[in-house]
């Protein structure tokens, strides 16, 4: 069985550059010579958060005074209480979510699809590829390269992007509440197919076999 | 603070623990491998910019907010979230809790979905560092190009079912 972690192993020969992202679920593959950037980077931006902290914390007690400044402390224990344990079960999903996945059984399953099925299934299979660009971009190469056209590339990758599950669970769900998370998902589950078709519409005629 | 959203994160992780454990193939120690480096990597930040939040919902005022992006203002907030998400040069920590903040300021949920959804598609920091090499021009420029109503789409879709 392959998961998304051999298959992402197999596709690095097509996708080689960058292999961070924003969400941190393609960082297993170490690239060694770039470890030390990484981490200053990411020491800049434990800065830069913190420092937005202190500025925002003394724009407060400029503006708003002691009483103020109390205020936000309370907004932030309560939001703390609140996202914390959340984000943490959120992230014990996403890294289940991440080993149970089968990419490979799920592409097959798109190759035998004909019309709108292929459509829903692309939909699908994008909504729940866990990881960043590196993993969904080495997929989309496989998609077009075995002959799936831009109508099908677009609309895994789009729904990637704005139906990922993973991010539903650990952004969505924590911070704006299952509520809100429904509601983007139900105004927008059928968005990623439209620009599917959309896509094969407009440049349909240039055929796509590889992303570059 | 036991909550719906909460009581289906556990249910959901109890089902896919069973479901790894029953495998026995390790996947439940790959598993807790990972949850440990997404922890490290990401709790420190969402506890900074959680800080950071709190104390901008007391700087910015609410009226500004529920005044242009409230329900009462129409298909304005959508046009306005759609746009700000567009713009945001950060990660989701970034993003979502912006979002957060403007749903407890009083933003419309039409411009929160528009916000997030054109954030999630249209990242610009993701654009430039990773999808430019990852994807090259011409696909992202074609993925750009029937993506760009997306967002404002669902968040009218949203503003009239919510």
Redesign the interface.
Known sequence: MKSLRLLHIECENTVTKQQQTDEGFDKDPPVTGKKKSRFKKRHIEMIAYAAFGVAGGGYCYYLKGAEGFSMAIDVQVEMMAGMLPRITLAFGIAALLWVLLDAEKLKELIQKQRGVMQLVYATILGAITPGGPTSSFSILNLFLASGLGYVIGITYITAWSMLGVQRILIWDMPLLGIDQASLRFLAGFWLPSLAGLLAGWLFGKQQATSLK | ?I????L???A??FV??Y??GRRGDG?IQ???V??K???A???????????????????IPSELISENLGRGAGLKPILIGGLAGMLVPA???V???T??TL?GAGAS?GA??AF??AW??F?I??IL???T????P??LL??C???LP?PF???T??HY??
């Open positions: 603070m909550s719906p959203s909460l289906f994160l556990v959901l992780l896919m623990g479901i790894a996947s790959r598993a807790w990972r949850f480096k997404q922890v990597e990401f709790l420190p930040r969402m506890v900074l910019v959680i800080i950071g939040t709190g104390f901008l919902l007391q700087i990660g989701p920590a993003a979502f809790t979002a957060a749903a949920e929160l979905v997030i959804t999630c598609i990242a920091h993701r560092i990773y999808e090499s990852l994807a090259g011409k696909f074609i993925r190009t029937v993506a997306i789409i669902a968040g879709v949203a079912l919510s």
